[in-house]
């Protein structure tokens, strides 16, 4: 790590954000890891539904689930 680095988390940690630099350091990890996981979640969302696309029925039955819903919120 740089010192400017090292200087920013410095800042952030005593803003009160972590305890300490490796509690900010395992929170950063565990964010980079989350996000590195949703994005291969994703990519094997789309990789599914490109090799097989839904269907007019699945799509026209999708959507009127979606209106049931948002006619039932109490708004």
Do not use: C, K
């Amino acid at each position: 790590m740089s010192d400017e680095d090292v200087t920013r988390i410095d800042q952030l940690v005593s803003e009160g954000d972590h305890e300490n630099r490796t509690s900010f350091i395992v929170a950063a990890i565990n964010r980079l890891v989350d996000e590195l996981e949703a994005e291969r979640i994703d990519r094997a969302i789309v990789e599914g539904y490109t090799r097989v696309p839904q269907t007019a029925e699945e799509l026209r039955w999708a959507e009127a689930s979606g209106r049931r819903s948002i006619a039932d919120e109490p708004w």
